[in-house]
């Protein structure tokens, strides 16, 4: 009788096995599991009709039989309902996909990225303040009252009379020092200034600048010159020159203009250069004490420089790009060629 049990259980997985999709499955299901007809049921039913001494043995495999091919429907049924992909007309797995299009950061903030690591490294931090700026700050404290003929330096927005865009990044020279209340400072400004200025192939009327500032006791001119040789090395190569020409801001006493040996001639002169074998850099100083005290900083006690740097002028030395209208005009081929 056991063999019995045997063989309907090695017809039942072929069956199985057999059965290529769910309908097919519940007719197996019905045909050896059924309640009411199903081949294992009626095995079980027929356990009374048997002599005393078989029923133990018998009626434990027939249970058995019933369990294993329980879990066996249940494994198949799992297996047939997994969803599959089928080859159809409409659907194609061969073809190639299509690209997806990647964003990259602009060159500018490429730029300002590679100034912070470069700074960063010199122990400068990053802070950022208002492009809405008031004319006190971007003119007055920094020691252009109204009407101050170094005003015309720079073209300027007007939101209001006392409101300006902020034509520079140096009004934040004043709103660091008085957050820093006193304490030693070594910090970057980046950002975007504003002038009212005919857009040409040098200037725009919007671009960034990076405004430095360190202040401490007992820093002087040859700091500002290290830091900048510093830069211009990780910048732009270990051989690079740096020099300092004599130059106005009325925000710095002593003023200088910094130049580094042309990148593309080498200092041989060329079309970069005008044939000079320098390019200029930045704007820098060492900040006027008058500042200092707009700033809430004892110019008795402590003195600081600064310097004011535009990335995307530094960007147009390191690619050798020629016209600076091509950072904001959003072309496509102009920003893919970076990053
Ligand atoms: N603010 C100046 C400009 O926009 C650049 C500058 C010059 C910044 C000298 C400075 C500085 O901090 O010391 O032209």
Known sequence: MVEKVQMLKEEAMQALQAASNLPELD????????????????LLRSIPELPA?????FGQAANELKGFLQERYEARHAELSRPTVEMTEAIDVTLPGRPVNLGRLHLTIQTLREMYAIFGQMGFQVEEWPEVETDLLNFELLNMPPHHPARDMWDTFYVNPK????????PGQIRSMRKHC??????????????????????????????????????????LKGTMVDFARQMFGADREVRFRCSYFPFTEPSVEVDMDCI???????????HTGWVEICGAGMVHPQVLSNGGYD????????????????????????????F????????????
């Open 27 to 42: 007719d197996w299901r019905v045909k050896y599991l059924g309640r009411k007809g199903g081949a294992v049921t009626q």
């Open 53 to 57: 001494e078989e029923r133990p043995a």
């Open 163 to 170: 409101v300006v865009l902020r034509t520079h990044t140096s």
């Open 182 to 223: 006193s304490d030693p400072i070594r910090i970057i400004l980046p950002g975007k200034c504003y002038r009212y200025e005919a857009v040409t192939a040098r200037s725009e009327f919007m671009f960034y600048q990076v405004e430095g500032l360190a202040v401490g006791r007992r820093i002087t001119l040859a700091d």
């Open 264 to 274: 593309i001639c080498g200092g041989e002169g060329c079309r970069v250069c005008k």
């Open 299 to 326: 110019p008795d006690v402590y003195s600081g420089f600064a310097f004011g740097m535009g990335p995307e002028r530094v960007a147009m030395l390191k690619h050798d790009i020629d016209d600076i209208r091509y």
């Open 328 to 339: 904001y005009s959003n072309d496509l081929r102009f920003l893919k060629q970076f990053g």
